[in-house]
């Protein structure tokens, strides 16, 4: 494990929310091969002193403490995306395995642009499949594909689909990889803002690596003790709009569950509170609150393994790239709904050490409900 001692934080301007979007979603990732995206991170925490390690498992954590021993609260991003790497070369041939999961309705035909010590493009000329799960009948495996002539490439060289890196078009980000380096620039704009304001707070970035391929870095993360036990973990993803799931433009979402399990009642309760108490405040922030279970979130992993966790995430559009009609296209998202994401995420630094006081309010209240309701119906009984 390696680490790094922090240093006095310096009051300052935050940067602007669609500079830092804009940084990390043009990094090229996929999983095991995140380095980019880590060292992205590390040039972030020294700029900001803020203290800066990193797991025997290459998972980075980005602390900012001020004032007294509080409750920490961890936000957790992972690193990568769907992609292919290359395994072998033959020639102007090459042989790809691909990384996360994609229906294998999609990919036949499109080009990849290969990241090494330059960028060529491939062509992909046949796909290499396996059955799916629950979301579709066959996935993508790998693949095989004609580099352009000229064009070079090494075994372990990423392949990801050539289509926007990033673009801002009015209030919508169309970027290759929203999943989830959105995530990651929400957590970093968060330390950003906290960090220039140098409010009083205990929050913990944890920026994970191998989630597409089974939640790999949260669970070791999870397993080895690198969180406090104490923690309020809080998952933060992108998901999937599809199927009415959620609404573009309509807010963060406290995601209450995945496709798999539903996260802890009171953390939910507690970001729900605050949400609507950032509503009250300003009719212009609107949230939702949804199951989103178009896929699994590090949630699972985290609630699981017996840390209070919630789960947050904005709308998104082209989930792993699969676009209309069977088309591989950039993905998106709004652009307010990660500037809401961060609002709340602020919200939640601050009210940290008062979490068990919103839990026990809402439980004193319902038990006055309850007290009410057993004299009324004792009154009423025939």
Not at 36 to 41: E, L, T
Not at 246 to 251: D, F, L, M, S, T
Not at 320 to 348: C, I, S, W, Y
């Amino acid at each position: 494990m390696t680490a790094r001692a922090p240093r006095r934080t310096v009051t300052r301007e935050p940067a602007p929310l669609a500079d830092t979007v804009r940084d990390v979603v043009s990094i090229p990732t996929a999983s095991f091969v995140e380095q980019r995206v880590i060292a992205h991170i590390e040039r972030f925490a020294e700029e900001r002193q803020l203290d800066y390690r990193e797991d025997r498992y290459g998972n980075a954590y980005v602390t900012y403490q001020r004032g007294r021993a509080m409750r920490p609260l961890v936000l957790g991003a992972h690193t990568d995306h769907p992609g292919f790497v290359v395994t072998g070369i033959r020639g102007r041939r090459i042989d790809l395995e691909f990384r996360g999961g994609l229906s294998a309705d999609y990919g036949k035909d499109e080009v990849v642009r290969i990241y090494g010590d330059g960028t060529s493009t491939a062509r992909i000329t046949s796909l290499v499949k396996e059955p799916g799960h629950v979301r579709f009948r066959e996935r993508i495996a790998g693949a095989r594909a004609i580099m352009e002539t000229g064009a070079s490439a090494e075994v372990g060289d990423m392949a990801l689909w050539d289509v926007e890196e990033y673009r801002l078009r009015g209030d919508i980000v169309h970027a290759r990889q929203c999943d989830d380096l959105i995530g990651v620039a929400s957590v970093l704009a968060t330390l950003d803002r906290l960090s220039a304001k140098g409010v009083g707070g205990h929050v913990i970035g944890l920026f994970t690596r191998a989630e597409e391929v089974g939640l790999l870095g949260a669970a070791a993360a999870a397993r080895d003790g690198g969180l406090p036990r104490e923690s309020l973990v809080v998952a933060v993803e992108t998901s999937s709009m599809a199927g009415g799931r959620a609404e573009q433009g309509g807010g963060p979402i406290i995601r209450v569950g995945d496709l798999q399990h539903v996260f802890s009642s009171g953390v939910t309760l507690w970001m729900t509170r605050l949400a609507r108490e950032l509503g009250e405040q300003d009719a212009a922030f609107p949230y939702q609150r949804k199951l989103m279970d178009g896929g699994t979130t590090e949630a699972t992993a985290y609630d699981l393994m017996g840390y209070e966790t919630g789960a947050a995430c904005i709308a998104l559009g082209n989930y792993h790239n699969a676009g209309p009609k069977g088309q591989v296209r950039a993905e998106t998202v709004h652009l307010a709904d990660l500037e809401g994401l961060v609002h709340l995420f602020e919200r939640m630094a601050v009210t940290a050490p008062r979490y068990e006081r919103y839990v026990t309010e809402a439980r004193k209240r319902w038990d006055a409900i309850a007290r009410q309701a057993g004299q009324r119906l004792r009154a009423t009984r025939v």
